[in-house]
């Protein structure tokens, strides 16, 4: 919804600024491409559950379509003055209407506006002040950082439980790694094997003898024929 237009110093606003569904000066404005209408946010995102044209000239229009209006547009309607929200806690400030969130939320006529208690030091809305009690708010306080604390140590302890766990996962990946490159118990390991071959190049060349009519290595004859 639009801002009332009550709340401006001059009521006689640009009709180009106006809402053509709220008559209210355009809040959140945004306007449909096509046919170059502006509209304020909520007003527009209401009327297209029900209707999917524009509101003017019923031209087709889909939520999907909407876009931000041009920045000469925003800087026309930031420079309207504006009255403060709280005006009626005795605010009579007049502020542009891009400033007025930021005033308002720091105006001493913010009802909501946090103020620090002398005596306890505890930070409350203003009009919380003269219901506040420092024994019973400052109990309030302590009883929720206890919940807090409590908190805290129940998700530590529940991490600690994670981290066990995975440290138990790796030791057992670890073992299964090491199982899975452990020689078989038939197979050689490399120091046997280096043993076996310094072995075998430590014997002599052997010689050509005959047993019968066996050759275990060639013999003269054998070696001629060859």
């Known amino acids: 919804m639009g801002y009332d237009l009550c709340l401006f110093e001059d009521e006689d606003v640009d009709e180009e600024l106006i809402c053509p569904i ?9 306007y449909a ?12 995102h209401e009327w297209l559950t029900n209707q999917q ?18 920045r000469i ?9 504006v ?6 806690h005795g605010c009579k400030e007049i502020v542009r209407l891009d400033s007025r969130a ?16 002398e005596q306890c030091c505890l ?29 805290l140590k129940k998700n530590q302890s529940e991490q600690q439980n994670r981290d066990r766990d995975m440290m138990r996962q790796i030791v057992h990946l670890r073992e299964l790694v090491r199982l899975n490159h452990a020689p078989s118990p038939r197979t050689p390991t490399q120091p046997r094997i280096t043993e076996i071959i310094n072995w075998a190049e430590s014997l002599n060349s052997a010689r050509v003898t ?3 009519g066996v050759i275990s290595t060639p013999d003269s004859v054998l070696q001629r024929v060859i």
């Open 210 to 212: 005959r047993w019968g």
């Open 33 to 44: 491409p096509k046919c170059e209408h502006a509209f304020c946010s909520d007003c527009i």
């Open 123 to 151: 930070t409350i809305p203003k009009n919380e002040l003269d219901n506040h009690n420092c024994i019973r708010d400052l109990r309030k306080q302590m009883a929720m950082i206890n919940d807090q604390v409590t908190e």
């Open 102 to 117: 930021d005033h308002s939320a720091n105006c001493e006529f913010n009802p909501k506006r946090p103020i620090r208690c």
């Open 73 to 81: 547009m925003k800087n026309m309607l930031g420079k309207l003055r």
């Open 83 to 88: 009255k403060c929200e709280n005006k009626e």
């Open 53 to 70: 044209t524009c509101p003017l000239d019923r031209t087709p229009l889909q939520k999907e379509e909407l876009n931000s209006v041009p």
């Open 22 to 30: 709220c008559r209210g000066v355009l809040e959140n404005v945004i």
